[in-house]
């Protein structure tokens, strides 16, 4: 298969191939999210796990936004 090793990168970068008790989870790379933390599935404590995942959604959409923003900004420069 052509793109065996692109589909299993992938997969894992994604967690979507990771063992389920969360013990890879550090192996998961989000373009844009180099910072992502994932939840630890055996706390307790869902409400403060969700308000630290609503943060990290908050910082990624910001950052998406600047840049969308410095590219346009670039792109406006080489006109």
């Not at 969700?50 to 908050?58: C, G």
Request: glycine share 6%.
């Amino acid at each position: 298969m052509e793109y065996k090793d692109t589909i299993i990168n992938t997969f894992r970068n994604v967690g979507l191939s990771l063992n389920p008790n969360g013990s890879k989870d550090a192996e998961i790379k989000i373009k844009g999210l180099l910072d992502i933390q994932v939840g630890d599935y055996y706390r307790d404590d869902l409400p403060s796990q969700q308000a630290e995942a609503e943060e990290v959604l908050e910082l990624a959409t910001a950052a998406t936004v600047l840049q969308k923003q410095k590219k346009k900004q670039l792109k406006e420069q080489e006109n």
